[in-house]
């Protein structure tokens, strides 16, 4: 694969992401969709470096997650004339983020005998397009775009029909020899092997640099870029709890996984929020936060806590039909764009899903196990109870008191389930299903929020009402298996039509059903068959359809591919129910295709062709990657094949580290817990593989948590 075939490098921080190509570049040519974004715009659509009139050659080019830095290797391409030889000089081009501006430092080093005068340009370009028409949505008009020359650089402006000035300021540090409207030319002197240091600052906030005074040198700015960068990565491996086995492939996803969800999260007011996905969706998502904080539960809870934070400042208190809000429910999407500002699309503030609510429930009562963080949990009950009031009011307004959703926002989402393209839900026959929809994992998630609510408030000696919802819970399971299963598929029905109907097809949905203990153990087994026959789990993973449906497709977004965060969840689910070999399967298959992708980053999706020995997964050309809930699987599946658990003893309230039936996968024969915490008490342990069993040795703990394995 060229270097122009490689797929984008990405940096986030804040509300700014880049998409980079390996010179560390923003080529429309090669990637259109790239650039830098800063607040659901796009800043910077075209950044460009000539040495000698050429683009330099690549040598190399990471991207070092760790940190947060991108670096390419170059050398100047050129040969004849006034230049020197090819790879004569050599340039290290190391870029980094912070909330508001881009930095960029260039380190030349010319290895000619005689000192060289290189000649070096800059192009660059803002279009200040909105996220969405980057994604090909067309628009009637556009603002004002205008240029300024300044002492070192340019000054790009746009004021958009919002009425708000966007602007780019790139930054030299020296006054260029010659500028227009988007290039910027001059002059460095290089002696013999001394390394000329320059740097670029592309700056995003509305009024001046935002890192420092504006008499701080670019040179200044990549220096305090760079502190601010590693700090911000060092803390996140601090406050987690680490992994590592003495397998080096698996030890890489785990690490690129952990950098990825760190990338992607934003410390908002009320912590660390895991964006979704870059370049779709890098902004709060209610579903994929939950699910993403969910995954990270047992290693990284400072996340649960910033989610369920945000959510509940978020959360609908009046009806808007013009972005689906009604009072309780929780946010689908967040978004700071021109176009959302304007309400040419509804996701300023879009409440458009069905499921977000009743895992923000869930999530809350799994972090109060979690955490024991009883002072917050309390703080969030008036968001929780009105979540469940939302959740009932919905169940009793329909026809047959199952949770359902039918759009009323003019361009919202036609489907309101983690599948929410517009053909994901469909009869056996194709038929698009119509009416108020209720999907079969919308009613787990619903069961799973009342046993949630019921352990929050036990917690807070609210008993009675404990008992009311686990009655409601008992009543809704009952209803669930009798309406959703299908004897002719073998498993539940995707879902029921407005009129009630089975929508009797085969799909991963049923999968999340076992993860809140909703299925009758007389029916897990078919479930898991379904889910692991060949005509849906591919190898790689399990499809979002069989592809024994009508609308099966392998190249579809939902109808067929193959999504990471679903694969996890199914997981945890067969693993409640003690199939852990199902759930060994399913990692395997996640972790054979985390090393066929580059820089072990599963995507948000791939195609669900099925596996052949001389290939490897089929990419699906436009998914997001990083996407936060798909670097949150692996440690999902960790979860689900190791048994684990925390929590406290009811009766001694001591902390308790659980294990049930831990295995672990063929190629691993030790796995390393280190720092994991629950207030106070810490604890370091090592799984280890022996002749028959998987072990657990406690390496280090606090006096007051105790290990508990369960076979």
Same mark, same amino acid.
């Given at each position: 694969? &060229?270097?122009? *075939?490689?797929?984008?490098?990405?940096?986030?921080? =804040? +509300?700014?992401?880049?998409?980079?190509? !390996?010179? #560390? $570049?923003?080529?429309? +040519?090669?990637?259109?969709?790239?650039?830098?974004?800063?607040? =659901?715009?796009?800043?910077?659509?075209?950044? *460009?470096?000539?040495?000698?009139?050429?683009?330099?050659?690549?040598? !190399?080019?990471? %991207?070092?997650? +760790?940190? #947060?830095?991108?670096?390419?290797?170059? &050398?100047? %391409?050129? %040969? =004849? =004339?006034?230049?020197? &030889?090819?790879? !004569?000089?050599?340039? $290290?081009? !190391?870029?980094?983020?912070?909330?508001?501006?881009?930095?960029? *430092?260039?380190?030349?080093?010319?290895? $000619?005998? %005689?000192?060289?005068?290189m000649p070096l340009a800059l192009r660059c370009d803002a279009d200040f397009r909105d996220i969405f028409e980057v994604r090909g949505m067309p628009r009637r008009r556009r603002g004002a775009l205008a240029a300024r020359a300044l002492a070192d650089g340019l000054e790009l402006t746009y004021r958009g029909l919002d009425g708000e000035d966007r602007r780019t300021l790139l930054r030299l540090g020296v006054p260029p020899e010659h500028r227009g409207d988007n290039h910027l030319s001059l002059h460095l002197e290089l002696e013999p092997r001394v390394t000329r240091r320059f740097c670029l600052v592309l700056d995003f906030h509305p009024h001046g640099p935002a890192l420092a005074a504006d008499t701080a040198t670019p040179a200044d700015l990549f220096d305090a870029a760079l502190a601010a960068t590693i700090e911000r990565f060092d803390e996140a491996r601090r406050c987690a709890a680490a992994l590592v086995t003495d397998n080096p492939a698996l030890n890489g996803w785990i690490q690129r996984s952990s950098s990825d969800v760190h990338l992607l999260s934003s410390r908002l007011e009320h912590g660390l929020y895991p964006f979704a996905g870059v370049p779709w969706f890098s902004c709060p998502f209610g579903r994929d936060g939950l699910i993403t904080a969910r995954q990270l539960l047992l290693v990284e809870p400072r996340l649960a806590r910033g989610v369920l934070g945000f959510l509940a400042e978020n959360q609908a208190h009046q009806h808007d039909p013009a972005s689906d809000a009604e009072p309780g429910k929780i946010l689908h999407e967040a978004r700071l764009g021109e176009m959302a500002a304007l309400g040419e699309v509804p996701f300023r503030q879009y409440y458009g899903t069905v499921d977000a609510t009743p895992l923000f429930v869930m999530l809350a009562g799994d972090y109060l196990e979690r955490s024991a963080d009883r002072g917050f949990i309390a703080g969030l009950l008036p968001a929780l109870e009105a979540a469940m009031a939302w959740i009932r009011a919905a169940e009793a307004a329909s026809f047959d008191g199952f949770l359902r959703y039918r759009r009323a926002a003019q361009g919202g989402l036609r489907n309101q389930g983690w599948k929410d393209s517009d053909d994901a839900v469909h009869h056996a026959d194709g038929r698009f299903a119509e009416g108020s929809i209720a999907l079969c994992e919308v009613q787990a998630y619903a069961y799973g929020a009342r046993r949630a609510m019921a352990r929050i408030l036990s917690a807070v000696d609210r008993q009675g009402e404990a008992e009311t919802l686990l009655e409601e819970a008992s009543d809704l399971r009952r209803r669930f298996h009798a309406a959703f299963w299908s004897d002719a598929i073998g498993t539940y029905a995707l879902a029921l039509d407005g009129d009630g109907q089975p929508c009797a097809v085969r799909s991963s949905n049923a999968g999340h059903c076992l993860l809140t203990g909703i299925v009758p153990a007389g029916a897990v087994a078919s479930v898991a068959r379904q889910l692991l026959a060949p005509t849906i789990f591919n190898g790689w993973g399990v499809r979002t359809l069989d592809e024994r449906e009508v609308r099966y497709n392998p190249m579809s977004y939902h109808n067929g591919s193959v999504w990471p965060h679903d694969n996890a969840l199914i997981g945890l689910g067969l693993a409640r129910y003690g199939r852990t070999a199902d759930a060994m399967r399913i990692f395997s298959g996640l972790f054979d295709t985390a090393r066929a992708m580059p820089m072990l980053r599963l995507p948000e999706l791939f195609c669900g062709f099925p596996r052949r020995d001389d290939e490897g997964p089929t990419l699906y050309p436009v998914a997001c990657s990083p996407q936060a809930w798909a670097s949150g699987s692996v440690f999902g599946l960790l979860e689900a094949i190791t048994g684990m658990a925390i929590g406290r003893d009811p009766d001694s309230d001591r902390v308790q580290v659980r294990f049930r039936n831990p295995v672990l996968p063929r190629p691993v024969n030790l796995l390393e817990i280190s720092g994991l915490r629950l207030g106070e008490e810490e604890i370091d342990l090592q799984l280890h593989r022996s002749e028959h069993d998987v072990g657990v040795l406690v390496r280090r703990r606090t006096p007051g948590v105790d290990v508990v394995i369960l076979k």
């Open positions: 694969m &060229s270097h122009d *075939q490689l797929p984008p490098f990405v940096l986030k921080d =804040g +509300e700014t992401f880049a998409m980079l190509d !390996s010179r #560390g $570049e923003i080529c429309p +040519e090669t990637h259109p969709d790239s650039g830098i974004f800063h607040r =659901g715009t796009r800043h910077l659509s075209r950044l *460009q470096l000539l040495l000698w009139q050429r683009p330099p050659t690549v040598l !190399s080019s990471t %991207e070092r997650g +760790e940190m #947060g830095l991108h670096v390419s290797h170059l &050398s100047n %391409e050129n %040969e =004849g =004339g006034t230049a020197p &030889s090819r790879g !004569s000089v050599h340039l $290290e081009r !190391s870029t980094l983020l912070t909330p508001t501006s881009c930095v960029q *430092q260039l380190s030349f080093t010319s290895f $000619e005998a %005689e000192p060289v005068r």
